[in-house]
């Protein structure tokens, strides 16, 4: 099989000649003039490549980024002009420090910017994303976070909106409604876009929102926008790279074909045979422990094999990736891995 054939295969729950295995495209892009890159790929590697379907106009809206050195650490601030007012963030050496959301009105000027946003289709980027990524490219239609997530994870940070949800939860639930619309948009255009994989890039953990939230705010988004996704032959991943015991339940209850960058504890915080005894019908793109890189080679092929025997089902629904930081003794350790999957041949 070749890569892309092995990946239709997973996707569709059937068993691959061999457990895939990818590399996310921003991951791999530093060091992509590398030629150590193409055995790799020769022996099965893929780099996975995100491309949006859609193109965002914005009305009545300035955006503007400055830079300047303070006390030998790099700052960058945006900020955005709307008629409603203005909100900024800043970066420290590459680092968020402050958010866009830190006041009842900032929510009001990000849900006016939201409201006077149109979507468009651009399925030409999309086809010309695919003749530029070459074979062991895999294309992905990315569709960002649901609405809460990106208010979380984006605008707001963390810390700031636990208070926010509560000081603040009028000017909140206003802003998630008008996301929740404008997110049913990109996901109807996103349907029509040529490509097979979506992904739902929800950097979610657990202990953020609990259960409860889980089931107000990201299960009825689910269950509503998908099955557009899924009507047109789509195969829909999230990305949940932290924690997901508290909320492995409801989870179960989503209408999630791919949990991508599933990670084993200390990472996160279930095992891969946990995972796979409370959502057995799901497929796995799995994340390998930075650390784990550094094990002995023999350690590291039986941990390799480990964890397909955990999480896969008799080889079926179950790949490998780098999504998160890729592994400093790259060149000596992924050979490895992809030696140990051969193993896993049929």
């Not at 958010?99 to 086809?127: C, S």
Request: aromatic residues 10%; hydrophobic residues 40%.
């Amino acid at each position: 099989m070749t890569l892309h054939e092995r990946l239709e295969a997973f996707w569709a729950g059937e068993r691959p000649d061999q457990i895939p295995y990818t590399i996310y495209h921003y991951e791999w892009r530093h060091t992509k003039e590398d030629p150590a890159w193409d055995a790799m790929f020769e022996a099965g590697l893929g780099v996975t490549c995100p491309v949006g379907a859609c193109k965002a106009q914005e009305r009545a809206v300035e955006r503007a980024v400055t830079t300047e050195v303070v006390d030998g650490v790099s700052i960058r601030k945006q900020t955005v002009q709307t008629s409603e007012g203005a909100i900024w963030q800043t970066w420290k050496d590459g680092w968020h420090d402050q958010y866009l959301l830190k006041t009842a009105e900032d929510y009001r000027v990000m849900t006016n910017i939201v409201r006077n946003t149109t979507l468009l289709p651009n399925y030409e980027k999309v086809e010309s994303h695919s003749m530029t990524i070459g074979p062991y490219g895999v294309q992905w239609l990315s569709i960002g976070r649901t609405p809460l997530q990106t208010i979380l994870v984006d605008f707001a940070g963390l810390e700031n909106f636990a208070f926010h949800l509560v000081d603040f939860e009028e000017e909140v639930r206003e802003l998630f409604d008008a996301m929740l619309e404008k997110f049913r948009q990109t996901v109807e255009i996103t349907s029509k876009a040529p490509g097979r994989f979506v992904s739902n890039l929800e950097n979610f953990t657990a202990e953020s929102l609990g259960p409860d939230r889980f089931a107000e705010f990201l299960l009825p988004v689910y269950e509503e926008c998908f099955p557009m996704l899924h009507d047109a032959g789509k195969i829909v991943g999230y990305h949940y790279d932290g924690h997901t015991a508290c909320c492995k339940d409801v989870i179960a209850k989503a209408p999630i074909d791919v949990i991508e960058s599933l990670t084993e504890p200390n990472e996160g915080d279930q095992t891969l045979s946990e995972a796979r005894a409370v959502w057995p019908d799901k497929l796995f793109w799995c994340n390998i422990r930075v650390g784990d890189y550094n094990l002995p080679p023999a350690e590291l092929r039986a941990k390799v094999l480990s964890l397909v025997e955990q999480g896969s089902v008799h080889g079926k629904c179950f790949a490998f990736e780098v999504s998160e930081q890729y592994p400093h003794n790259w060149r000596e350790s992924i050979p490895i891995v992809l030696d140990a999957l051969r193993d896993t041949q049929t």
